[in-house]
């Protein structure tokens, strides 16, 4: 275990895991927009930044990001220092001035006093803070169906040539993980579209709700070791099969004793 000190209260931490992980656990609320429990850390958004030292630096401190800074015994750390909530009212002024209709941008600026932007505010800027939680979650389940093009102003998240993405299985997990809920998709009928790509989707033989795109049933089905038929039937069903099957056992067991 190593002992570091977080605002003044000494705490422990196991080696190899990340500030940021620490100071959440200690319940200290520090934003971090590119960060994804379920992906690498990847340090874009630069909001996380803490203040650290070590009683033998002799009063030097540096800032680092605590999303990627792992724990040293000996750390003193200040998540919310006069300098440290300084650069992130800078970097939330950038943020305004890119994404100025942006709800999460909105509520961080209000949080940390930054009412009005002093940049130039991009007049068409959209929501996608380019965090790049949706590209490292689709490289992680091993899609790899959209990527990070371009650079500068004109860097965007997109399928490669911008077309329908041959690999896309139409899981939704970079929409539904997306903190500013930029990637739209459309659930109609039994067909799901989601970058420009359409999917049929499962209907559930049971209770005829329309479950998963069938593209990610064969994956699951091949990836978690389950036949291919346990994707016909919704998780609820299954859920409500399981419950009946449980009771029935209960009450042959009572009439056998
Ligand atoms: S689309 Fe969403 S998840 Fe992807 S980079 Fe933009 S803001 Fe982040
Ligand atoms: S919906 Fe497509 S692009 Fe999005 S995570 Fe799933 S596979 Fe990747
Ligand atoms: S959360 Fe650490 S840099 Fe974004």
Not at 71 to 93: F, W
Not at 238 to 256: C, P, Y
């Amino acid at each position: 275990m190593i002992r570091i000190t977080i605002n003044g209260k000494v705490t422990q931490a196991s080696e190899g895991e990340t500030l940021l992980k620490v100071i959440r656990r200690e319940g200290i609320d520090i934003p971090a927009l590119c960060h994804h429990e379920a992906v690498e850390p990847y340090g874009a958004c630069r909001l996380c930044m803490v203040e650290i030292t070590k009683e033998e630096w002799n009063g030097w401190s540096k800032y680092v990001t605590s999303c990627l800074y792992p724990v040293e015994p000996g750390l003193i750390v200040k998540t919310h220092s006069t300098k440290v909530i300084e650069m992130r009212k800078t970097i939330v002024d950038l943020y305004l001035a890119r994404h100025p209709n942006c709800a999460e941008i909105q509520q961080l600026a209000d949080e940390y006093g930054v009412t009005k932007t002093s940049y130039q505010t991009v007049v068409d800027g959209d929501n996608c803070i380019l965090c790049g939680i949706c590209t490292r979650i689709c490289d992680e389940m091993g899609f790899h169906a959209i990527s990070m093009v371009g650079r500068g102003h004109g860097k965007v998240v997109a399928p490669p040539l911008d077309e329908a993405p041959a690999n896309c299985t139409g899981c939704l997990a970079c929409a539904q993980n997306c903190p500013t809920h930029f990637i739209e998709f459309e659930d109609k009928g039994n067909s799901r579209t989601i970058w420009g790509k359409k999917f049929e989707m499962i209907t559930c033989e049971k209770c005829g709700k329309t479950t998963i795109t069938k593209e990610f049933a064969d994956y699951l089905a091949e990836h978690r070791e389950l036949p291919r038929e346990y994707f016909n039937i919704c998780d609820e069903c299954h859920r409500r099969s399981t419950a009946l099957d449980m009771g029935r056992i209960a009450s042959w067991s009572k009439e056998v004793k």
